[in-house]
Nanobody
Framework: QLQLVESGGGFVHPGGSLRLSCVASGFTLDYYAIAWFRQAPGREREGVSCISDTGGIDYANSVKGRFTTSRDGAKNTVYLEMNNLKPEDTAVYYC?????????????????WGQGTQVTVSS
């Protein structure tokens, strides 16, 4: 079965950190651009970061300097390290994969989507 599975979401106070993981099964992430998206209630889904198959990375302006994306080929996993979290980062976070270059901090048309993981930042 071809799928992406996210984990690592949770509740943190402002200024806290979380690391999200996106594990692929049934296919190799090495040949895909992997993007993290998020969607907050009542808002459109937005691209947070995208890492290309060659390692190039782009971030949304709202997370630059706070979020870091990386990939571990041996674990077939992509990570999103989130630091200095703010209440406005609260959303469901999804990873997605496309066998195509990144489109900014997102993708043109993802081939696979994960189920999402909730991140809540609140005092």
């Amino acid at each position: 079965q071809l799928q992406l599975v996210e984990s690592g979401g949770g509740f943190v106070h402002p200024g806290g950190s979380l690391r999200l993981s996106c594990v692929a099964s049934g296919f190799t992430l090495d040949y895909y651009a992997i993007a993290w998206f998020r969607q907050a209630p009542g808002r459109e889904r937005e691209g947070v970061s995208c890492i290309s198959d060659t390692g190039g990375i782009d971030y949304a302006n709202s997370v630059k300097g706070r979020f870091t994306t990386s990939r571990d080929g041996a674990k077939n996993t992509v990570y999103l390290e989130m630091n200095n979290l703010k209440p406005e980062d609260t959303a469901v976070y999804y990873c997605a994969a496309e066998r195509s270059p990144c489109l900014g901090a997102g993708l043109r048309a993802a081939d696979f989507w994960g189920q999402g993981t909730q991140v809540t930042v609140s005092s």
